[in-house]
C-alpha cells in the first residue's frame, strides 16, 4: 500500500513524463516540418528534453529511429539519382567525344581535298596564263 505522499509523487511523475512526451513530439514535428534531421540530437536541443530521456522512452525512440530510417533512404535516393546523372553525363560526353574525333578525321580530308583542288587549280590557270603568253607573243611578232 503506497503512503499518500507516494501516490502525489507518482501522479506528479505521471504528470512530467506526459509534458516532456507532448514536446518531444512536437519537436519532431517541427523538425519534420523545417526539413531538418531528425535524431536524438536535434530532437534533445529542439525540446529541451535530455537524450537520455528519448532513449528510455520507447514511444519516442522509436519515432526517431523511424524518422532517421525515412532520412538515410532519402539520401540514398539523392545520391543515387547524382550518380545516374553522374553516369548519364559521362555517357554524353563520351558520345560527343566521339563526334569530335570523327569531325577531327572529316577535317583533315577536307583540308586534304582542298590542298589538291588548289593543285588543279593552279595548273589549269598555269597553263591557260601560258597559252595565251603564247598567243600574245605570236600576235606581236606578226604572225
Do not use: W
Not at 519534420?32 to 540530437?41: I, L, M, R
Not at 519515432?63 to 539520401?75: A, T
Not at 546523372?85 to 580530308?109: P, Y
Request: proline share 1%; glycine share 4%; net charge positive.
Amino acid at each position: 500500500m503506497l503512503m499518500p505522499n507516494q501516490s502525489g509523487l507518482q501522479r506528479s511523475n505521471a504528470e512530467r513524463a506526459k509534458e516532456a512526451r507532448e514536446k518531444a513530439l512536437q519537436a519532431i514535428t517541427r523538425l519534420k516540418a523545417e526539413n531538418q534531421q531528425v535524431n536524438f540530437s536535434t530532437v534533445s536541443k529542439e525540446s529541451g528534453l535530455s537524450r537520455c530521456f528519448l532513449y528510455r522512452n520507447t514511444e519516442i525512440k522509436s519515432l526517431i529511429e523511424e524518422q532517421r530510417k525515412c532520412d538515410v533512404s532519402d539520401e540514398i535516393n539523392r545520391r543515387a539519382h547524382f550518380d545516374k546523372t553522374s553516369k548519364s553525363k559521362d555517357v554524353i560526353i563520351a558520345a560527343k567525344d566521339k563526334r569530335i574525333a570523327k569531325l577531327e578525321v572529316e577535317i583533315r580530308r577536307l583540308k586534304a581535298e582542298v590542298a589538291t583542288l588548289r593543285g588543279i587549280v593552279y595548273a589549269r590557270n598555269k597553263t591557260t596564263a601560258d597559252t595565251c603568253s603564247r598567243r600574245e607573243e605570236s600576235n606581236n611578232t606578226g604572225g
